[in-house]
T-cell receptor, first 109, second 113 residues
Framework: GIQVEQSPPDLILQEGANSTLRCNFS?????LQWFHQNPWGQLINLFY???GTKQNGRLSATTVATERYSLLYISSSQTTDSGVYFC???????????FGSGTRLSIRP | GAVVSQHPSRVICKSGTSVKIECRSL??????MFWYRQFPKKSLMLMAT?????????EQGVEKDKFLINHASLTLSTLTVTSAHPEDSSFYIC?????????FGPGTRLTVL
């Protein structure tokens, strides 16, 4: 099956710093999403981005489908950005979603 | 976006008992829902796909007799953990994908004593 890898696994930054999270996938995908899991476990949709670039405030994402990777950018980090960031893909005719291993982001005040 | 709810949010039970977790789509109909399990500091693992009006599809390695799934209506799927044991303790999350975008419930934290 498809493999989804995220890097780095852990990231510790000072408030105000910028960060880039990467998601690599091993096969063509129909869909790619980025999620933020908050400390209470809730998964929050950030981007639905099978290809191209999208921006939402301090967050933006780029997916290069032909090269099988996606990047999530967080600018001017805030402590509330802390948590785990997952990318997840769907592929072939399946609508089920496969998650990457996640990046645990800690923003220090 | 679409809203998915789960109940209960947290449950503690004794070993050997069964626990039912409900997943509801609040503002849309879902012919398919998904159930995930997440261990501490780990990623989400898909357990099964719940299909309205038919049997669930289980992922490899997931015991269908242990994790009973019923999708009796277009807005409700239930996961029953039968004869729960401490190793079943985990965070269980459901999702649905109206229009192709996944929306997740808030999760249920199960602790089996």
């Amino acid at each position: 099956g498809i493999q989804v890898e995220q890097s780095p696994p852990d990231l510790i930054l000072q408030e105000g710093a910028n960060s880039t999270l990467r998601c690599n996938f091993s096969d063509s995908v129909n869909n790619l999403q980025w999620f933020h899991q908050n400390p209470w476990g809730q998964l929050i949709n950030l981007f639905y981005i099978p290809s191209g670039t999208k921006q939402n405030g301090r967050l933006s994402a780029t997916t290069v489908a032909t090269e099988r990777y996606s990047l999530l950018y967080i600018s001017s980090s805030q402590t509330t950005d802390s948590g785990v960031y997952f990318c997840a893909v769907t592929y072939s005719s399946a609508s089920k979603i496969i998650f990457g291993s996640g990046t645990r982001l800690s923003i220090r005040p | 976006g679409a809203v998915v709810s789960q109940h209960p949010s947290r449950v503690i039970c004794k070993s050997g008992t069964s626990v039912k977790i409900e997943c509801r789509s609040l503002d849309f109909q879902a012919t398919t829902m998904f159930w995930y399990r997440q261990f501490p500091k780990k990623s989400l693992m898909l357990m099964a796909t719940s299909n309205e009006g038919s049997k669930a599809t289980y992922e490899q390695g997931v015991e269908k007799d242990k994790f009973l799934i019923n999708h009796a209506s277009l807005t409700l799927s239930t996961l029953t953990v039968t004869s729960a044991h401490p190793e079943d303790s985990s965070f269980y999350i459901c999702s649905a994908a109206p229009g192709g975008t996944q929306y997740f419930g808030p999760g249920t934290r199960l602790t089996v004593l």
